[in-house]
């Protein structure tokens, strides 16, 4: 069946260190791929997408790279603060299968 | 507020109860999922709706789990002999179309005791 794999299942890096988490998607259909911060008790938000027509996107310190052949795509975070540690999840359509999370822990 | 909205923030129900929670979407978006979420694991995708028509339904969704949109707008999800294993938060979501963002309601948080 559909599935989104996601590495690592924890990340702990020093404040100012870049961040690397990455997906993997069986679904060669999928299309679209968010990126979903998860802080502890909150609903997930969206802080990056990407869509299969476009193999790179940037937003300030976020960037998503996709790669349909291989069916993987990453998100980079630059220059960590502790305010980025939370849990992030990635997704690919159809119907969003979430990948299993990532923890990320900025040490300052 | 004109973000998702979930009703209610916390549910704590005996065995064998029946439950019902409400999720209202934003209003211009057509579609809206159903999610659970449990603890350290990602969001679990229950089913969906396009307006008024379930689209899809989860092999996890067994047949004690029902949800409804009757007139494309607000939905709710009743689960109904609950069990132990349900405890979850629920999680509700709406988007404008397929491939754009899904926004997220606060969930409900399920308790079974």
């Known amino acids: 069946g559909e599935n989104v794999e996601q590495h690592p299942s924890t990340l702990s890096v020093q404040e100012g260190d870049s961040a690397v988490i990455k997906c993997t998607y069986s679904?060669?259909?999928?299309?679209?791929f968010p990126w979903y911060k998860q802080e502890l008790g909150k609903r997930p938000q969206l802080i990056i997408d990407?869509?299969?027509?476009?193999g790179e996107k940037k937003d300030q310190r976020i960037a998503v790279t996709l790669n349909k052949t291989a069916k993987h795509f990453s998100l980079h975070i630059t220059e960590t603060q502790p305010e980025d540690s939370a849990v992030y999840f990635c997704?690919?359509?159809?119907?969003?299968?979430f990948g299993t999370g990532t923890r990320l822990q900025v040490f300052p | 507020d004109t973000g998702v909205s979930q009703d209610p923030r916390h549910k704590i129900t005996k065995r064998g109860q029946n439950v019902t929670f409400r999720c209202d979407p934003i209003?211009?978006?057509?579609?809206l999922y159903w999610y659970r979420q449990t603890l350290g694991q990602g969001p679990e995708f229950l089913t969906y709706?396009?307006?008024?028509?379930?689209?899809?339904k989860s092999r996890l969704l067994s047949d004690r789990f029902s949800a409804e949109r009757p007139k494309g707008s607000f939905s709710t999800l009743e689960i109904q002999r609950t069990e132990q294993g349900d405890s979850a938060m629920y999680l509700c979501?709406?988007?404008?179309?397929?491939?754009?963002?899904?926004?997220f309601g606060p969930g409900t948080r399920l308790t079974v005791t």
């Open positions: 209003s211009e978006h057509n579609r």
């Open positions: 709706f396009q307006n008024e028509a379930q689209l899809e």
């Open positions: 997704a690919a359509l159809l119907k969003l299968i």
């Open positions: 679904d060669s259909a999928s299309n679209y």
């Open positions: 990407i869509r299969s027509n476009v």
């Open positions: 979501a709406s988007s404008f179309r397929e491939d754009y963002e899904q926004y």
